[in-house]
C-alpha cells in the first residue's frame, strides 16, 4: 500500500520516531511507526482486515469513509482511502475514549 499524510507534522512523527515519541508517547508513537510499516507491507487494503493486531475496521456515521487502526488499547490511527485504491492517507491520531 501506498501511505500519504494529511499533514507533515504526521509525516514526520513517521520519519522520526523521536518526533512520534514526543507527540504521543513512547507506546503510542512506536506503534504509529510499526502500524505504518505494516499498511505499507499489505499487497492490497482487503488485507489489512486479516492482520488481527491491526482491528482495521471501517468507521461510521459522520466519521463514514475513514477506518480506523489500533495503536495501543485506547489510540487509534485514523485513515481514508487516497486517490487510487493502493492508497491511504493518515488523517490522524486520536484517543478514542478520552
Known amino acids: ?3 500519504e499524510f ?3 507534522r504526521l509525516r514526520r512523527a513517521f520519519e522520526l520516531e523521536s518526533q512520534a515519541v514526543r507527540r504521543w508517547g ?3 508513537g512506536r506503534n504509529y511507526i510499526r ?3 505494516q499498511i505499507q507491507a499489505a499487497p492490497s487494503m482487503e488485507d489489512l482486515f486479516e492482520i ?4 482495521f475496521h471501517p468507521l461510521t456515521g459522520d ?3 475513514q477506518f480506523a ?3 495501543t488499547g485506547r489510540w487509534r490511527l485514523i485513515l481514508e482511502r487516497g486517490t487510487d485504491e493502493r492508497t491511504l492517507i493518515v488523517v490522524d491520531v486520536e484517543d478514542y475514549h478520552g
Open 26 to 28: 513512547t507506546d503510542v
Open 6 to 8: 494529511r499533514t507533515n
Open 1 to 3: 500500500m501506498n501511505i
Open 35 to 37: 502500524r505504518l510499516i
Open 69 to 71: 487502526a489500533s495503536l
Open 52 to 55: 488481527r493486531s491491526l482491528r
Open 63 to 65: 466519521r463514514r469513509g
